[in-house]
């Protein structure tokens, strides 16, 4: 996967939340807005298909769009917290995996 095995366990470890996390938060993304999306019975048909395409077809972007500018029953700071955490804990990973990793 692109890391050296010669390094301390927390290194590796740290390394590997690093990798892994961004397709997780994705997958979690998706999950929820494809979710929200179709329990939205009151909304029209074209508004969720064209949102859900967007979801979809554009990665990473396209789920934080929705969750910024679609009209998700989701509370405003449940929708920050998912997104805006998600960024800072990977942001904070990148960052320990470089003070570990050298």
């Given at each position: 996967?692109?890391?050296?095995?010669?390094?301390?366990?927390?290194?590796?470890?740290?390394?590997?939340?690093?990798?892994?996390?961004?397709?997780?938060?994705?997958?979690?993304?998706?999950?929820?807005?494809?979710?929200?999306?179709?329990?939205q019975?009151?909304?029209?048909?074209?508004?969720?298909?064209?949102?859900?395409?967007?979801?979809?077809?554009v990665?990473?972007?396209?789920?934080l769009?929705?969750?910024?500018?679609?009209?998700?029953?989701?509370?405003?700071?449940?929708?920050?917290?998912?997104?805006?955490?998600?960024?800072?804990?990977?942001?904070?990973?990148?960052?320990?995996?470089?003070?570990?990793?050298?």
């Amino acid at each position: 996967m692109g890391m050296p095995l010669a390094t301390s366990w927390w290194g590796l470890l740290i390394g590997l939340y690093g990798y892994v996390l961004p397709f997780v938060l994705y997958a979690a993304w998706v999950a929820v807005a494809l979710w929200d999306l179709i329990r939205q019975e009151s909304q029209p048909l074209p508004y969720r298909t064209r949102w859900m395409l967007a979801v979809l077809v554009v990665p990473f972007i396209g789920p934080l769009l929705y969750f910024a500018f679609g009209r998700s029953p989701i509370p405003r700071q449940l929708r920050l917290i998912l997104t805006v955490g998600g960024i800072a804990v990977y942001a904070l990973f990148v960052l320990l995996g470089v003070a570990v990793g050298g």
